[in-house]
């Protein structure tokens, strides 16, 4: 297998970097360019030596070298993680010549697919390996790191293999069939597949909230020009990041930032003002204000409070029925605008001043709020969306021999969905995989990871 090398820690100006080399050849590679009191391949495991990396007898920097001999290493081979200056010149020197002495540029997750390979981690785990390195909010990284140690992964390991003796017993009972022996007790059966079914249940209802712990909660501002949406933006973000105008249609792209509330990583989309138009481009971002309102987990429907014509409140009931699972949350703007600053509160209405940033931490805090109860925090696990798609093929299986076994189906009968169940849900974990699965999981990762 070959020797893999990629820079572990970001790119670009920094203090330090790591570099990371794993496999059969990693101490005698590094050995080559590596001068200290002691060669890295006499060194013990989980030590760290201090020398020089060089090069045709110039010293390209002062290194550390953590040696890790397999198997108790991340990836289970050789690991050495080369401590060096970090920037864009030394790490790269350093990587290019273990390059030209044999090790390979390691693929995105090439060490997290090896360390699968070679059992350290499990699928699931592996995933929340990815998760933990793109989390948005600080309960997305704990949840991630609960995953990463565990979590559910020994209770799905322990329903999958009850699963398939389950079925195991019920293709047994093929062969006894005509004894008229029970070989195995229907009812317990029953109960251990109901127990599968719940579990699988639980953990798939868990999915709305780690997708929002994973991505963020998207709240789209929508309306029509000139209400103040950019402005609403800007101030929500504390920057000017949107242009502001009183031309209306002056926003035709939408713009999206993010920021956090009560540890949520909240997603504001300032969007084109909606009106009929003639112009193409401000079209073609009217038809995006759409997808954006789909994807939404909440809908800021902006108005400005001054207008006394209809249109707003009709286009806004208009998307109201459009979207009825939608959840929103209707904004008067321009309050400053009005004689006294009076108006009637509503219920899910809320009266601002985006210009004079009245009432923006008032809307924060709902919008918070919001969130908070659309996502449980404490999530066991970040499922996604291939675990999701397998509990539900689970689920089906097991609901189908739930009901065979409730109409007295013969065992044979019974058996496949049982077994289909099993293989469902070894597949989340890994403990059944292909090439073609691994390589769309670690695709996603970053290289050196
Ligand atoms: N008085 C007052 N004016 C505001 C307020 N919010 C926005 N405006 C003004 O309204 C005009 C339009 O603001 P924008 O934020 O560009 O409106 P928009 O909804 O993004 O408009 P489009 O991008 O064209 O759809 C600008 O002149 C703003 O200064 C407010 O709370 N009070
Ligand atoms: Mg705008």
């Known amino acids: 297998m070959r020797t893999i090398v990629a820079q572990a820690t970001a790119h670009g100006i920094s203090g330090?970097?790591?570099?990371?080399?794993?496999?059969?050849?990693?101490?005698?590679?590094?050995d080559i360019f590596f001068s200290g009191k002691k060669k890295i391949c006499d060194a013990k495991?989980?030590?760290?030596?201090?020398?020089?990396?060089?090069?045709?007898?110039?010293?390209?920097?002062?290194?550390?070298?953590?040696?890790?001999?397999?198997?108790?290493?991340?990836?289970?081979d050789d690991v050495i993680e080369i401590g060096c200056h970090g920037g864009n010149i030394i790490p790269q020197k350093i990587i290019s010549m273990l390059i030209s002495a044999g090790c390979t540029?390691?693929?995105?997750?090439?060490?997290?697919?090896?360390?699968f390979i070679n059992g350290k981690l499990n699928l699931m785990q592996a995933e929340a390996v990815a998760d933990l390195i793109h989390s948005i909010s600080l309960p997305s990284a704990i949840t991630s790191a609960r995953q990463l140690h565990g979590g559910f992964t020994k209770q799905l390991s322990d329903i999958r293999k009850n699963l398939i003796n389950i079925a195991a017993l019920l293709e047994l009972d093929l062969d006894f069939a005509e004894?008229?022996?029970?070989?195995?007790?229907?009812?317990?059966?029953?109960?251990?597949?109901?127990?599968a079914l719940r579990l699988c249940e639980y953990l798939r209802s868990s999915y709305n909230s780690a997708n929002i712990l994973r991505e963020g909660f998207f709240v789209t501002i929508c309306g029509l020009p000139n209400s103040g949406k950019s402005t609403l933006f800007n101030a929500i973000l504390n920057k000017n990041r949107a242009i502001v105008s009183n031309i209306p249609g002056t926003t035709r792209d939408y713009l999206e930032e993010s920021i956090i509330i009560n540890d949520i990583a909240i997603k504001f989309i300032d969007t084109a003002g909606l009106r009929k138009t003639q112009n193409f481009i401000?079209?073609?971002?009217?038809?995006?204000?759409?997808?954006?309102?789909?994807?939404a987990?909440?809908?800021?429907?902006?108005?400005?409070?001054?207008?006394?014509?209809?249109?707003?409140?009709?286009?806004?009931?208009?998307?109201?029925?459009?979207?009825?699972?939608?959840?929103?949350?209707?904004?008067?703007?321009?309050?400053?605008?009005?004689?006294n600053n009076l108006l009637t509160p509503k219920k899910n209405t809320i009266n601002i001043s985006a210009k004079n940033q009245d009432d923006i931490?008032?809307?924060?805090?709902?919008?918070?709020?919001?969130?908070?109860?659309?996502?449980?925090?404490?999530?066991?696990?970040?499922?996604?969306?291939?675990?999701?798609?397998?509990?539900?093929?689970?689920?089906?299986?097991?609901?189908?021999?739930?009901?065979?076994?409730?109409?007295g189906a013969s065992s044979e009968f019974i058996a496949p969905s049982v077994r289909s169940a099993g293989n469902a849900i070894g597949k989340i974990n890994g403990e059944t995989w292909n090439d073609e699965v691994l390589n769309n999981i670690f695709s996603n990762f970053c290289i050196g990871k």
């Open 16 to 30: 330090l970097a790591i570099i990371r080399v794993s496999g059969a050849k990693a101490f005698e590679l590094v």
């Open 45 to 76: 495991s989980h030590t760290i030596l201090y020398g020089n990396f060089i090069e045709d007898g110039n010293i390209i920097d002062d290194v550390t070298i953590s040696v890790f001999r397999a198997p108790h290493s991340y990836t289970g």
């Open 105 to 115: 540029y390691a693929d995105a997750g090439e060490f997290t697919r090896r360390a």
């Open 179 to 195: 004894d008229e022996v029970a070989i195995f007790d229907s009812s317990k059966i029953k109960e251990d597949l109901t127990s």
């Open 282 to 295: 401000e079209s073609e971002g009217i038809k995006l204000v759409y997808d954006k309102l789909e994807e």
């Open 297 to 339: 987990n909440l809908v800021l429907f902006l108005k400005d409070v001054t207008e006394q014509d209809a249109t707003a409140i009709n286009i806004y009931n208009e998307l109201k029925q459009k979207y009825p699972a939608q959840k929103f949350l209707f904004v008067n703007n321009k309050c400053d605008l009005l004689e």
């Open 361 to 407: 931490e008032k809307l924060k805090q709902e919008i918070g709020k919001i969130a908070k109860d659309c996502v449980n925090i404490n999530n066991e696990i970040l499922l996604n969306q291939r675990q999701y798609h397998l509990l539900g093929k689970s689920m089906e299986h097991l609901i189908t021999a739930i009901e065979d076994l409730g109409s």
